[in-house]
Structures are given as C-alpha cells and as structure tokens.
C-alpha cells in the first residue's frame, strides 16, 4: 500500500506537501473536451470553478533538501486572490513534514506560472524576500525570458516578483535544456504548456519517478488528449504526452501530479483498448 504522501525512491525519501486547494474554471481546466464528458470527473460550484491542488515535494536525497514547485504563495494581487483563491499552505505543510525554510537546499521550478513559484519569495512588510534564504533555485532560461516578454495571451500568468528578485540577488541559476541538477535529479524538457516547460525526474536505486507538472497535471488528464486550453501548444502537449507514456509506462515510473487534489501520484498503464489508466494500488 503507498503512503498517500510519504513513500520511498531507492534513497531517496518524497513527501506531497500542498499549498493547499485553489479554484479554476472547470472549462478552462478541460480545453475542448465536452462539459458533459470531464463533469463525470469532477463536480463544479455555482461558477463553474472545479478544486485544483497545489502539489509541491519535497525530496530528502540524503545529501540534500529538494523542494520541487512552490504553488500559489502568499503574494497574489486581490482580484486575483479574489478569482482563484490564495489558500498559503506550504510553509505550515513543510513543517507539519519536519522542515523548516532554512532547511531546504534547493528550489526546482517547472515553469514560472504563478501557481508554481509563489512561494519561492515571499512578502514581509513591504519588501519581497527569498522563502528559502540558503536554497540555490532553478527555472528554465527560456521560460524565463518567455514571461519577461510579457506576451498577452498568458501575461497574467507571470508574476516577476517570484523569480526576479533571485535571479537579482544570484540564487536562482537559469538552465538551458535537459540536465542534472543534483546526482539523480534531472530536469527534462516536454514542451506543450509552455514552450520550456520542465519535468523534473528522479532516479535513486534503480527507481524513477516524475513530477510532470502540467503537462498531466492530474488524474483526469491521463487521455493524451484531454488537453488544458491553458496550454500555449496543445498538438505540442499530445506529443509530449505520447513521449512521456513510452518511457514511464514500461519502466513503471512514479507520476506526480501537481495540480489532483486528491491523487498526488501514482502509476500509469495501457488499457487493453489503448486507453491510458491510473493502475490500481493495493
Ligand atoms: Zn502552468
């Protein structure tokens, strides 16, 4: 039986710990797929808003304290607040797991929407300072430039106040592409969502497990195409869905989903009609 939100990777130990919960439109969630299909998954409120989870793990490789992803934070503009709500778990979920800011060595953000990287600063009166003072931070080079521009499709969506400062002060170090980041820790890059967006796969004692962020951002997104209309390249998505299944599935990787509010991970397989599944644990 898996632990809902402890289990071990080789050497490696992963912990769930969760901002909490947000809301999103329940349409938006599910791009062009059918109300009347994805509403058999999950129910909506008066607004057609469904429950989103804000995933984040933390990883204790023996060597090092990984955090991967640090959801909403506590800095959101009102309306925003107001919109998607600003539930500011982490830190309280990161203590409940034995860790305190100070304890985490590295920071690994996917992309740099603001529902990945709001805790990597926070606000204290009216400065905005790193979360994790001793933590060296990691994004994609380009995702970063991708929000510097500010296109408007997803301008919205970057909040510079969660990665500038760092990259200012030295402590957020811009990767170009696929690489290790610490001995087996590895960011991948599956573009779809965004152009540079990172998966970041962990391999300790012949295991693997992959945080996929939103390029299966939970359960109900198994079906390669069952595509987020978030996404800024949805053909893009299915093929990187399609690239992900061919290693993870017969290798039997752990998939994390980051944004399931009530299944942050697990193992996919093929169904005999081709069909993508959460396997069965137990
Ligand atoms: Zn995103």
Redesign the pocket.
């Known amino acids: 039986m898996t632990n809902l939100h402890r289990q071990s990777l080789g050497d490696f130990e992963l912990t769930i710990v969760s901002d909490g919960i947000y809301h999103s439109d329940g349409g938006a969630f599910f791009g062009v797929v059918p109300k009347i299909m994805w509403s058999r998954k999950v129910k909506t409120d008066e607004n057609n808003n469904i429950p989103v989870g804000l995933n984040s793990v933390l990883v204790r490789t023996g060597r090092h304290n990984v955090l991967i992803e640090t959801g909403i934070g506590n800095k959101l503009p009102d309306r925003m607040a107001k919109i998607y709500g600003q539930p500011a778990k982490l830190l309280e979920n990161l203590a409940a797991a034995g860790v305190s800011p100070d304890d985490i060595d590295i920071v690994i953000n996917s992309?740099l929407?603001f529902?990945?990287c709001g805790w990597n600063t926070m606000r204290s009166g009216d400065k905005v300072v790193p979360t994790f003072p001793k933590a060296h931070y990691y994004a994609q080079e380009g995702e970063w430039q991708h929000g510097r521009r500010q296109h408007e499709r997803d301008a919205i969506?970057y909040i510079s106040d969660n990665y500038d400062p760092l990259i200012k002060n030295g402590q957020m170090h811009l990767l170009h592409g696929d690489q290790e980041i610490v001995p087996g820790i590895f960011a991948r890059i599956f573009p779809g969502?965004?152009a540079n967006m990172q998966a970041i796969i962990l391999k300790s004692g012949g295991k693997t497990a992959c945080y996929i962020s939103?390029l299966i951002p939970t359960t109900w997104h198994l079906d390669v195409t069952w595509v987020m209309a978030?996404d800024l390249f949805p053909l893009e998505t299915i093929e990187s869905r399609k690239r992900y299944y061919r290693d993870a599935v017969p290798e039997n990787w752990l998939t994390i989903f980051t944004h399931d509010p009530e299944i942050p991970w697990g193992y996919v397989e093929k169904e005999p009609n081709g069909k993508m599944r959460l396997k069965a644990i137990g």
């Open positions: 992309h929407h529902d990945h969506s969502h965004t939103d978030f």
